[in-house]
């Protein structure tokens, strides 16, 4: 639960651009993005979950979009047993 929750957490400082930012700030998604690649290498299969998404598009408004990226950490998810990482690149195939 505590990791799910701390996902959560990053997911939403990557959309809305880091916590601790004045809102008048461009956001900062490189130093977000690396907080989601050291945690899904730690082992957060939420988070490689997360950064599947990002990459391919369907999060953060496809400003990160790299398809082989997305296969990547959701190969990583899947591998850990994340079932929605296994339907997205089960969708990815298919395409």
């Known amino acids: 639960m505590k990791q799910l929750l701390s996902t ?18 461009e956001p900062s998604p490189t ?12 082992g957060d299969k939420n988070a490689a ?3 599947g998404g990002i990459y391919s598009g369907t999060l953060g408004g496809g400003d990160f979009t ?3 990226m997305a296969a990547k950490y959701w190969r990583v998810a899947a591998e850990q047993g994340d ?8 969708e990815y195939k298919n395409k």
């Open 8 to 25: 959560i957490s990053l997911t939403i400082a990557v959309l809305l651009g880091g916590a601790g930012e004045g809102w008048s700030k």
């Open 31 to 42: 130093k977000n993005m690396k907080k989601f690649i050291i945690a899904a290498e730690n």
């Open 49 to 51: 979950f997360t950064l």
């Open 66 to 68: 790299d398809h082989r």
């Open 83 to 90: 079932s929605r990482a296994i339907e997205m690149l089960n």
